[in-house]
T-cell receptor, first 115, second 112 residues
Framework: GAVVSQHPSWVICKSGTSVKIECRSLDFQATTMFWYRQFPKQSLMLMATSNEGSKATYEQGVEKDKFLINHASLTLSTLTVTSAHPEDSSFYIC???????????FGPGTRLTVL | LAKTTQPISMDSYEGQEVNITCSHNNIATNDYITWYQQFPSQGPRFIIQGYKTKVTNEVASLFIPADRKSSTLSLPRVSLSDTAVYYCLVGPRNSGNTPLVFGKGTRLSVIA
C-alpha cells in the first residue's frame, strides 16, 4: 500500500511550451503533497507545498506564476511548468502525506527536458 | 529541522559491510532519525527510522548512541544494487504537513 504515481515519467518539450506533471496517491487520501526539484548530482530541493482545496505555498525563490500547482482532489496534485526554458530541465519529484497515518511517500519522479 | 552532516561519498566492495555516519548535533528531544535511499532517476525510498539505541529491519540497521548527536546506518554485505545516494533526515516521527528537507546525502558506490 501507500503508492504514489507520477505521470509522465519523462517528457521532452520545446522551449516556450507548458508541461503538466501529475502526482497521484493511488490507495490513500493525501490532503498535502510536496513538490521537489532535483538537478543532476544534487539533492532534492523543495519547491512548494500543495494543499487540497487551497493555494500552494511556495519556497523562497520559486516563481508561483511559472510553476502552477493545483491540488483539486484528495488524490491528485498537478505541477504545470509554464513557458518552459532549458534551465527548467530537471527531475521533478512529488511526495504525498497519507492523512490517516501522517507519513509521507514519494513518487517515482518525472524527468523534464526542455529543448 | 535539525541540520545533518554526512560524508559526500563512499566506496565499498561487494560483500562488505558499509557504515554511513550522520552527525546531527542539534537534534531535538522529539526528533527521530530517518534514512532514505535514492537510485538514479527514482524517488527516495524509506529505509529505516529510529529514536535511540538500535533498530534493525530486513534492509539495514541503525545505531544511535545515547547522546543521539549522531547515527550510523549499517548495510550488511552490500551488492552492486546498493549503489545509491543515502540521505539522513532528522525530524518528527511522522512528518505530517512538514516537508522533508534533504541534505546532500552520501553517494555510495559498490564495486565488484
Amino acid at each position: 500500500g501507500a503508492v504514489v504515481s507520477q505521470h509522465p515519467s519523462w517528457v521532452i518539450c520545446k522551449s516556450g511550451t507548458s508541461v503538466k506533471i501529475e502526482c497521484r496517491s493511488l490507495d490513500f487520501q493525501a490532503t498535502t503533497m510536496f513538490w521537489y526539484r532535483q538537478f543532476p548530482k544534487q539533492s532534492l530541493m523543495l519547491m512548494a507545498t500543495s494543499n487540497e482545496g487551497s493555494k500552494a505555498t511556495y519556497e523562497q525563490g520559486v516563481e508561483k506564476d511559472k510553476f502552477l500547482i493545483n491540488h483539486a482532489s484528495l488524490t491528485l496534485s498537478t505541477l504545470t511548468v509554464t513557458s518552459a526554458h532549458p534551465e527548467d530541465s530537471s527531475f521533478y519529484i512529488c511526495s504525498a502525506r497519507r492523512t490517516s497515518t501522517d507519513t509521507q511517500y514519494f513518487g517515482p519522479g518525472t524527468r523534464l527536458t526542455v529543448l | 529541522l535539525a541540520k545533518t552532516t554526512q560524508p559526500i561519498s563512499m566506496d565499498s566492495y561487494e560483500g562488505q559491510e558499509v557504515n554511513i555516519t550522520c552527525s546531527h548535533n542539534n537534534i531535538a528531544t522529539n526528533d527521530y532519525i530517518t534514512w532514505y535511499q535514492q537510485f538514479p532517476s527514482q524517488g527516495p525510498r524509506f529505509i529505516i527510522q529510529g529514536y535511540k539505541t538500535k533498530v534493525t529491519n530486513e534492509v539495514a540497521s541503525l545505531f544511535i548512541p545515547a547522546d543521539r548527536k549522531s547515527s550510523t546506518l549499517s548495510l550488511p554485505r552490500v551488492s552492486l544494487s546498493d549503489t545509491a545516494v543515502y540521505y539522513c533526515l532528522v525530524g518528527p516521527r511522522n512528518s505530517g504537513n512538514t516537508p522533508l528537507v534533504f541534505g546532500k546525502g552520501t553517494r555510495l558506490s559498490v564495486i565488484a
